[in-house]
T-cell receptor, first 116, second 112 residues
Framework: GAVVSQHPSWVICKSGTSVKIECRSL??????MFWYRQFPKQSLMLMAT?????????EQGVEKDKFLINHASLTLSTLTVTSAHPEDSSFYIC????????????FGPGTRLTVL | GENVEQHPSTLSVQEGDSAVIKCTYS??????FPWYKQELGKRPQLIID?????GEKKDQRIAVTLNKTAKHFSLHITETQPEDSAVYFC???????????FGQGTELSVKP
């Protein structure tokens, strides 16, 4: 159990377009999900906390108007990169804890975004 | 804000030797410390974790130690094998379901 999926696994887009990435918990409900960004040879940097039924909480330095997060249901969170630019090219990974029962978090497989 | 420092950034060992990676954290409220192995282009894979009420945990060739007073925790891999080569990340969080703050990562290379 505790599987998290992401879609798409990779996407290439033109500069100025918007891209939506989906994160789903397949066999459990997740009232909270986390979004990370990872540049090549760097660590996972927390971007925001996605909360079902309320606004996302963004980390310092992350533009909320550029990275739109919507936690539409107990199993789905979406990250939309608006007006993407080449510097937004990165590996985006989501994670979800199993509620407040377990400490462990479950990661999605990641989405490779390339902006031309 | 919360911060996790990880050292070294790269580590090269001979097959069969031990490898040690160290992390320190800043938030004294942190109480969960997982370690992840990540291969290129893949999701992080949990290899071992420890909670603040325990000082040491071992799982076969892998062990983690925690010193809450010093806000320091370490990963120990014994009898390293070439397949242990990967990037390892430590992380810290303040409880069940809390956000994870990651260290900078250690690229481990095990030479046959």
């Amino acid at each position: 159990g505790a599987v998290v999926s992401q879609h798409p696994s990779w996407v290439i887009c033109k500069s100025g377009t918007s891209v939506k990435i989906e994160c789903r918990s397949l066999d459990f409900q997740a009232t909270t999900m986390f979004w990370y960004r990872q540049f090549p040879k760097q660590s996972l940097m927390l971007m925001a906390t996605s909360n079902e039924g309320s606004k996302a909480t963004y980390e310092q330095g992350v533009e909320k108007d550029k990275f739109l997060i919507n936690h539409a249901s107990l199993t789905l969170s979406t990250l939309t990169v608006t007006s993407a630019h080449p510097e937004d090219s990165s590996f985006y990974i989501c994670s979800a804890p199993w509620g407040r029962v377990r400490y462990e978090q479950f990661f999605g497989p990641g989405t490779r975004l390339t902006v031309l | 804000g919360e911060n996790v420092e990880q050292h070294p950034s790269t580590l090269s060992v001979q097959e069969g030797d031990s490898a040690v990676i160290k992390c320190t954290y800043s938030d004294s409220a942190s109480n969960y410390f997982p370690w992840y192995k990540q291969e290129l282009g893949k999701r992080p894979q949990l290899i071992i974790d420890i909670r603040s009420n325990v000082g040491e945990k071992k799982d076969q060739r892998i062990a983690v130690t925690l010193n809450k007073t010093a806000k320091h925790f370490s990963l120990h891999i014994t009898e390293t094998q070439p397949e242990d080569s990967a990037v390892y990340f430590c992380a810290a969080s303040t409880g069940r379901g809390g956000k994870l703050i990651f260290g900078q990562g250690t690229e481990l290379s095990v030479k046959p």
